[in-house]
């Protein structure tokens, strides 16, 4: 956990970012951070209005003009992320960095009642459109000089929980599939991956796990921020394969 980290202000200067699930959550505020920090990002997400909005308040920011990729992942093919990759490539010539955000929460709910075709659409979103993202992506990433690829995983991708269902297995799945990547990688030197734990964060998908809990008492998507810069820029040079926590342990944990 870096929380205490202090970005210097031009920590991603000229750095190609892809975020996915900018439109909102944390993902929108990672994404608006890595802008101010001088990053181009590149906003993927499924609903186009939301992306353009994120798109607007980077540019009223003064921050580097970013890129709207509207793509769902439940439908996307391995031709979307090809013809994704071959776009990002004409356009920057290479991808530094990829925060792998954008996720379903599914339902909470006792396994024996766990709908398959919502089990399938949760993997869908959450590890399997991810997979093949990142395959398509591997080319444009080793043309960087530095990249840094961040998988979301979450508490209950660390240890099994009661009525996580599909969630929780997709994020088990994120973190072993952040292993063998980072492990496969190795030898190139350039391309890092690591998984990053949010914690308990205050966004629409925490309201709908924790429906009774104040969100008050919550973390905002801001205060997070530290750790996810961190990650994303140089300062993390070296790490790879690693599990992350964007906030120091609590007795009670995130969704
Ligand atoms: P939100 O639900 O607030 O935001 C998720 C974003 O992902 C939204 O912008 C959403 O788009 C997008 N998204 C969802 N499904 C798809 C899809 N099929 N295709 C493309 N984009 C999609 O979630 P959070 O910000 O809370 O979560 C961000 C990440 O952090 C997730 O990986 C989550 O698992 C993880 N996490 C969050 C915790 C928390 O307490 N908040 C705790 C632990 C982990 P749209 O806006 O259009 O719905």
Redo the contacts with the bound molecule.
């Keep these: 956990c870096r929380i205490d980290y202090q970005a210097a202000p031009d920590l991603l200067r000229d750095r190609v970012i892809l975020v996915?699930?900018?439109?909102?959550?944390?993902?929108?505020v990672a994404a608006m951070s890595f802008a101010r920090h001088g990053a181009t990002v590149v906003l993927?997400?499924?609903?186009t209005s939301?992306l353009e909005k994120v798109y607007d308040e980077i540019l009223a920011e003064g921050a580097p003009k970013p890129a709207i990729i509207p793509?769902?992942?439940?439908g996307a093919t391995l031709k979307d992320y090809h013809d994704m990759a071959e776009a990002l490539d004409k356009e920057f010539g290479r991808l530094d960095g990829i925060l792998h955000?954008?996720?379903?929460?599914g339902r909470i709910t006792p396994f024996v009642q766990y709908n398959p075709e919502l089990w399938e659409q949760v993997m869908q979103?959450?590890i399997n459109g991810p997979i093949w993202m990142t395959q398509a992506l591997i080319p444009v990433l080793e043309k960087s000089a530095d990249a840094s690829v961040v998988f979301?995983?979450?508490?209950v991708g660390r240890k099994g929980r009661a009525y996580w269902g599909a969630?929780s297995v997709s994020?088990f799945a994120t973190e072993g599939f952040v292993e063998l990547l980072a492990d496969e990688l190795e030898h190139l030197g350039t391309v890092r991956v690591n998984s990053l734990?949010?914690?308990?964060?205050r966004?629409?998908?925490?309201k709908s796990a924790y429906p009774g809990e104040d969100p008050l008492l919550?973390r905002t998507?801001e205060d997070i921020m530290p750790t996810y810069l961190w990650l994303m820029g140089p300062d993390s040079q070296g790490h790879s394969g690693e599990k992350f926590d964007a906030q120091p342990p609590k007795p009670s944990s995130?969704?």
């Design positions: 996915t699930g900018a439109g909102d959550g944390i993902g929108k993927l997400g499924r609903t939301k793509l769902n992942l439940e955000n954008a996720s379903l929460l979103v959450n979301t995983s979450s508490s969630y994020k734990n949010p914690g308990g964060t966004t629409a998908m925490r919550l998507p995130g969704a």
